[in-house]
């Protein structure tokens, strides 16, 4: 009865239509930070430029670098073709093979140093957000998953100061690394292979549903993320020990391609669970009876501090980062599928559409 209980301050209803209209503004907050603890610097290498984070987060600079994207390997895919796929000479030289080296390393430790972060610095502010409170209650959870802005909270205590920028920064930096993943399509045409439809929109996608997510601050962000940077973390490794020669198993490719697959399923559908939970939570002073339900539902008369019922979602920022996440992570899912019973379900693929960096690409 007492599980009971705790779980009856959650409630599962409908998402109200008015959070699917286009946003008006943008919400993010540039991630600016004290670096005066190990910790700090460990997860905060780097000051973050106020014209750079502007650049990055402006959606003419996104959307033409993915349009500029796009174009390069529509082109660089018909240069292979007139030249009968073969590789690029700089591909036969060691420098080349030194950058690939340094490539696929780099970025599985910087993956593993981002998930390592983002996790700890979500510790941090659960402890600093939950102080003094009993942690047993599922609503403390549920508030603390749907709002990024403390000052949104009406259950649990203010987060010591930059627990939240530190959440940002670690979201922002790994949206930006994104950008220079995109050489990961460059080595597969510079290898004369082609980059198929899956690698392009991939690499496309990715960042347009990072820049969306930070943008507007969802809260479902970090926890992809998360998921994000774990899987890559094993994938760079993977392509490490392949451009060092080291063999790996099938069976290792075939279960990254699952865990890849898995990933985007899992996050997509605890993505979508935030629109259809709600918590209960006491009101604000000023909030007036009979609120809407962006703001909650009131459950006491004459405007005193009562129970209301609040959606996980309560404004427009936060369910558009989900319809595009949607729009991207849907065919995706099928791309990636398609690949892996082409790769995997006993059919001998074209090389068109078999050699991908986003799972495990043939050696040659």
């Known amino acids: 009865m007492e599980v009971f209980k705790m779980f009856s301050s959650i409630e599962l209803t409908l998402p109200p239509l008015e959070i699917f209209k286009i946003p008006s503004k943008p919400l993010v907050r540039m991630p600016i930070m004290p670096r005066n603890t190990p910790t700090g610097k460990v997860f905060h290498p780097l000051e973050v430029n106020p014209r750079f984070f ?7 600079f996104v959307f033409t670098f993915v349009a500029a994207y796009v174009s390069v390997v ?3 895919n018909k240069f292979n073709d007139a030249r009968q796929y073969r590789p690029w000479s700089m591909t036969r030289t060691t420098a080349f093979k030194v950058f690939m080296i340094a490539h696929n390393s780099m970025l599985a430790l910087f993956s593993a140093w981002a998930i390592s972060g983002m ?8 402890y600093s957000a939950t102080s003094g409170l009993e942690r047993g209650d599922p609503s403390l959870v549920v508030e603390y998953l749907c709002n990024m802005d403390s000052k949104d ?9 930059g627990s939240e920028e530190r959440i940002i920064y670690m979201y922002w930096i790994f949206y930006v690394s994104k950008f220079y993943e995109v050489v990961d399509t460059l080595i597969i045409l510079a290898r004369g292979k082609r980059s198929s439809t899956l690698q392009t929109f991939h690499h496309a996608g990715v960042i347009i549903i990072g820049w969306t997510g930070l943008r507007y601050e969802s809260p479902m962000a970090p926890p992809g993320a998360i998921l994000n940077a774990a899987v890559h973390t094993l ?10 020669g080291i063999s790996v198993s099938k069976r290792f490719k075939r279960a990254l391609t699952s865990i890849q697959i898995a ?8 993505a979508h669970f935030y629109l259809f939970v709600n918590y209960k939570a ?9 609120a809407d339900l962006l703001h909650g539902s009131a459950q006491s008369p004459n405007g005193s501090n009562g129970i209301g019922t609040f959606p996980c979602l309560d404004n427009q920022g936060g369910a558009f980062p989900l319809v595009v996440a949607s729009s991207y992570l849907l065919p995706l ?10 790769s995997y379900g006993g059919k001998t693929a074209a090389p068109t559409t078999t050699i991908t960096r986003t799972t495990a690409p043939k050696t040659e």
């Open 333 to 342: 899912i099928y791309l990636f599928v398609e690949f892996y019973i082409n």
């Open 235 to 244: 994938m760079y490794f993977y392509f490490t020990l392949q451009t060092l």
């Open 119 to 126: 996790i700890y610095n979500q510790l941090v502010h659960w």
């Open 54 to 60: 502007n650049l990055t987060m402006g959606s003419d």
């Open 263 to 270: 990933q985007f399923i899992v996050g997509l559908g605890f």
């Open 282 to 290: 006491p009101m604000h002073k000023d909030q007036a009876p009979g």
């Open 74 to 76: 529509f082109l660089l």
């Open 153 to 161: 909270y009406r259950i649990l205590t203010k987060p010591l100061l």
